[in-house]
Each structure stands twice: as C-alpha cells, then as structure tokens.
C-alpha cells in the first residue's frame, strides 16, 4: 500500500504563488507517474498535471501551461506543484496521485492511490 499526504495549500490573492508538496511513503518503489488533480465545488475532478518517474516527461492541462510546473525528488518521495499567477479559477481542492504506469497519462480512474487533498483558494 502507498499513502501520500498533500500539504502547502492555502489562501492567496490573485496573481499570487504557491507551492504543493505531496509525500509519499509505504511501498512507494512500485510508483512510476505522479500526478495532481483538481476539484471545484460542484465540478467534476480534472487533470492538472503528471510527471514520469524521471520526470523527463511531463503533461499539463491548457488552463494551467505555463503557470504551473510539476517536479519531483525520487530520494525524498516527494512529488512538487508550483503554481504561479494564480487566478480564482484555480481554486479548489488538489489532489496528488500516484499510478504504477510506466507512461504519463491524465486518466484519474486508472491512478492507483490518491491522498486526502489539499484546500487552495485564490481570491480576487
């Protein structure tokens, strides 16, 4: 089993940073992708980014390209979503996930752990 645990949410004016910080822990060696998703009230969860075990391959949803970027440190298990000129729009719940894929996708049926979520909230 694989636990991860999100932190670094919180509450920011528009046009603003933030950085998010998923850690995982338990049998961890079996994760290839990570990935983060998104959930606004009364919307459906999205895709926000994912990221290869070497992180040499990465995807971005369009609403976020070039506002946020997805790293990781595999000797600290730790998975890192920095997100930079924030909007309102970005507000929601976020969510980290792992998958033990090899090829990064944005499916979040077939991500395999998911962690509690963490609160962000752009105001404007």
């Known amino acids: 089993q694989v636990q991860l645990v999100e932190s670094g949410g919180g509450l920011v004016q528009a046009g603003g940073s933030l950085r998010l910080s998923c850690a995982a822990s338990?049998?961890?060696?079996?994760?290839?992708?990570m990935g983060w998703f998104r959930q606004a009230p009364g919307k459906e969860r999205e895709f926000v980014a994912a990221?290869?075990?070497?992180?040499?391959?990465?995807s971005y949803a369009g609403s976020v390209k070039g506002r946020f970027t997805i790293s990781r440190d595999n000797a600290k298990n730790t998975v890192y979503l920095q997100m930079n000129s924030l909007k309102p729009e970005d507000t929601a719940v976020y969510y980290c996930?792992?998958?033990?894929?090899?090829?990064?996708?944005?499916?979040?049926?077939?991500?395999?752990?998911w962690g509690q979520g963490t609160q962000v909230t752009v105001s404007s």
């Open positions: 338990g049998r961890s060696g079996s994760i290839y992708i």
């Open positions: 990221i290869s075990w070497s992180g040499g391959s990465t």
């Open positions: 996930a792992a998958d033990r894929a090899i090829v990064v996708h944005t499916t979040a049926a077939t991500y395999d752990y």
